[in-house]
């Protein structure tokens, strides 16, 4: 069975509402980071557009074809449907030892109306400072 990569940024990370899909997955790292913005979707969860001048942090897992179905299930993803909130593609992920390709989830153009940008493109440090959760 082929494994892949896969970049976290939200409630998929460790301790967030939806780690529980990745309970199985091997978690590569907890530290990771790779070009783009991350913004509230004012939904209880963030989403990512692509950008050259800023970063989003995450986890990196190793996950399996069955894994990767589960999560774009979740994320209602489908390859070639015009109509996902989110694009599920692949992009250069830096970690403490080095870049990796990784898959990982982006606001489509369904998504238009996001505003709130997460400053420091971080969704847990960002739920830290608005007190509703701890690092």
């Known amino acids: 069975m082929s494994k892949h990569f896969l970049f976290v940024y939200g409630t998929l990370r460790k301790h967030e509402n ?14 990771a980071w790779t070009k783009g913005v991350l913004y509230d979707t004012g939904c209880g969860y963030p989403a990512m557009k692509a950008s050259s ?40 992920v830096f970690t403490d030892s080095g870049e990796c390709k990784a898959f990982l989830y982006i606001a489509s153009d369904q998504l ?15 739920l830290y400072y608005k007190g509703k959760q701890t690092y």
Request: contains cysteine; proline residues 1%; aromatic residues 12%.
């Open 53 to 92: 001048s800023k970063y989003v942090y995450g986890e990196v897992y190793e996950v399996n074809e069955e894994q990767l179905r589960e999560i774009d299930r979740l994320e209602d993803y489908k390859e070639s449907r015009s109509s996902n909130l989110y694009d599920r593609i692949i992009q250069s």
């Open 112 to 126: 238009t109306k996001l505003r709130q940008e997460i400053p420091l493109g971080d969704w847990k440090e960002y």
């Open 18 to 31: 939806n780690s529980q899909f990745l309970k199985e997955a091997k978690c590569v790292t907890e530290q």
